[in-house]
């Protein structure tokens, strides 16, 4: 599947932009390149992660990803904000009540909600970090055991703290296989790329090039990025 995202960006003409476009030279307008060409190796069944700084485009590739994969008949689930999501206020443990109550259990615990008092607390009055990793479950859970299913969900783990972000990293892989779905995840938190058993693993720089970065054989893990190349950053030291 090629991805290929850009866009052309015209400069609005005030006093203030004038100033700075005739000061610095720039053109009237810019061609902007997220991703050139993109080679993205889509496999059914299988657990993608992208990290990469804020502002390089991972949310635009995974916005083309969906669109994609659903022109070609897939059921996808696009979760770009899980703030978003629609979620009932009731207690966790009567949502998908027509799957066992153990595998509920099971996949709960795996999504970091692992306490009995949680199973039976609302939606509502759960903390900031309790409900992203319910909205996780929830939107796993909403797929699963659906054929041709995709999850594309941003932002995974932006607002956890980071030791539970890793133990979670951890458990994705195996609440991906246990759902039968597709899984595709982006991050700007690259400490967590380690921790992930990705099946295919993607770096986002400030250019058009996509790096994928190969897993450790032994322990399928992730290595962390090479960050060298900070382009377009835009941040001076002073």
């Not at 069944?45 to 969906?66: D, M, N, Q």
């Not at 999501?85 to 998908?96: A, D, S, V």
């Not at 980071?162 to 195996?174: E, P, Q, S, Y």
Request: with cysteine; hydrophobic share 40%.
């Amino acid at each position: 599947m090629i991805i290929d995202v850009r866009y052309t960006q015209t400069l609005p003409v005030t006093k203030e932009t004038k100033y700075v476009i005739e000061s610095f030279g720039l053109a009237d307008k810019k061609e902007h390149v997220i991703a050139d060409n993109f080679d993205f190796p889509f496999k059914e069944s299988s657990l993608y992660f992208f990290c990469g700084y804020s502002g390089s485009g991972k949310s635009s590739i995974l916005r083309k990803i969906a669109e994609n994969l659903k022109n070609d008949g897939y059921t996808v689930l696009h979760v770009e904000k899980w703030q978003d999501l629609e979620i009932e206020n009731k207690p966790l443990i009567e949502f998908f009540s027509n799957i066992a109550v153990e595998e509920r259990l099971r996949l709960l615990g795996k999504a970091g909600l692992g306490e009995a008092w949680k199973w039976v607390t609302p939606y509502r009055l759960l903390s900031d970090g309790e409900k992203f990793r319910f909205c996780l479950y929830h939107s796993i859970m909403t797929l699963k055991g659906r054929p041709r299913s995709v999850l594309v969900f941003d932002e995974f783990c932006s607002t956890l703290d980071r030791v539970t972000a890793k133990a979670i990293a951890t458990n994705l892989k195996k609440m991906q296989q246990s759902a039968g779905i597709t899984m595709v995840v982006a991050t700007a938190h690259m400490d967590i790329s380690s921790y992930i058993n990705a099946d295919f693993a993607f770096y986002k720089d400030y250019s058009g090039a996509v790096d994928q970065i190969q897993r450790d054989n032994h322990t399928g893990a992730v290595p962390k990025p090479d960050t060298g190349r900070k382009q377009g950053l835009g941040v001076q030291e002073v």
